[in-house]
Each structure stands twice: as C-alpha cells, then as structure tokens.
T-cell receptor
Framework: QKEVEQNSGPLSVPEGAIASLNCTYS??????FFWYRQYSGKSPELIMF????GDKEDGRFTAQLNKASQYVSLLIRDSQPSDSATYLC?????????FGSGTRLQVQP | EAEVAQSPRYKITEKSQAVAFWCDPI?????LYWYRQILGQGPELLVQ????????DSQLPKDRFSAERLKGVDSTLKIQPAELGDSAMYLC??????????FGQGTRLTVV
C-alpha cells in the first residue's frame, strides 16, 4: 500500500461547480496535512494546511480531515478554469513531506 | 520575497555523463529536500537534510546519485553516470522545521 493514495483523474467539472478531491494515507502518525497545487510545468505551491479534525475554510477552498478514517479532502467551490491543475496531498508527521501522485482537475468553461 | 533558487532550469545531457544541480534555500531554513518528479506522478523524495546532516536518503539511488550540503546552506545533487530513466524534473524545497515546504522552480533534466 502506498503511503498516500489519490485518484489520478482527470476530474472534470463545469465552471462554477464544486470540485471534490480526496486523499487517503496510511501513516497514523501523520499530524499535519498539506494540499499543494501544481500547474503544468511549474512547481507545487501550498494552498491549504490542516491539522485538526473537521473543516478548514479559506476563500473558495475547504479542507476536511478525518484522522480516524485516515482521510483528507479538498473542496473547491465555484470552480474556475484557472483552478485547472494537479492537486497534491502531503501528510506529514515529523518526517519529510511525502506526496501522493496527485489528482488532475479540469474545469470546463 | 524570499524564494528557493535552483540552477540550471534546463539540462540536456548524454547518458553516461555526469550532471549536477544546485539549490539555494530560503535564508534560515534548516530543512532542505530534493525531490524527483516524473511526468504524471507526484514528487518522490530523494534526500532530506537538516542543516548539513542527511535525515533521510532511503530513496536515493546511491550507486549513481549523491547529495551534499556542506555548510548547511546551499546544496548540490549529482548524478553519475546519467541514465535515460533519470529524465525528470528535479525539485528542491526548503522549510523551517516541519512547516510548509517552499519549492524552487526545478531543473528539467533530459538524458539522451
């Protein structure tokens, strides 16, 4: 089992819809969870950080964490074509950031 | 704004040649990572430094890859000899402890 599992996609949603991106992880010691966005040919950039169970909202982005189920998700409301990118999940528990393979999101105008 | 500097941005090399990448992290960041990213996959950790010490190099192919961070600041990743399968993006990132990692622009390596 991989440490971090993500559906590679592509996940295609129409403009204005909600995009839901999911991630499961195997290390129960993971304490913090990062979501990075990576545009094609560019480096990853952090968009959300969560460490407590429940929801964390930042603008159009909501991260949801369930440590008991070892599951973290990212919701993007009012999706825009500029949100089209690969979204990488990265749990950390005092070790190096380990990334999932990423989910490619396509927002159709 | 502080950023992670990497060079070169692009590198084309012939197989069996040596190649080196350089990274200068954000000032004050003790943790430095080297990742390899193959197209369509997530970044794969090659090595993690804490200051000048290697914390994790379990995924570094040590028969051909080496990494150093002699003074605990900038770092060099070397491949010798390069193989066709080494073609990838090599990303350097730095962080202050186990907080957010900031990435450089990466080095796109093509081995021919």
């Amino acid at each position: 089992q991989k440490e971090v599992e993500q559906n590679s996609g592509p996940l295609s949603v129409p403009e204005g819809a909600i995009a839901s991106l999911n991630c499961t992880y195997s290390d129960r010691g993971s304490q913090s969870f990062f979501w990075y966005r990576q545009y094609s040919g560019k480096s990853p950039e952090l968009i959300m950080f969560i460490y407590s169970n429940g929801d964390k909202e930042d603008g159009r982005f909501t991260a949801q964490l369930n440590k008991a189920s070892q599951y973290v998700s990212l919701l993007i409301r009012d999706s825009q074509p500029s949100d089209s990118a690969t979204y990488l999940c990265a749990p950390t528990g005092g070790r190096a950031l380990t990334f999932g393979s990423g989910t490619r999101l396509q927002v159709q105008p | 704004e502080a950023e992670v500097a990497q060079s070169p941005r692009y590198k084309i090399t012939e197989k069996s040649q040596a190649v080196a990448f350089w990274c200068d992290p954000i000032s004050g960041h003790a943790t430095l990572y080297w990742y390899r990213q193959i197209l369509g996959q997530g970044p794969e950790l090659l090595v993690q430094f804490q200051d000048e010490s290697v914390v994790d190099d379990s995924q570094l192919p040590k028969d051909r890859f080496s990494a150093e961070r002699l003074k605990g600041v900038d770092s060099t990743l070397k491949i010798q000899p390069a193989e066709l399968g080494d073609s990838a993006m090599y990303l350097c990132a730095s962080s202050d402890g186990f907080a957010e990692a900031f990435f450089g622009q990466g080095t796109r390596l093509t081995v021919v």
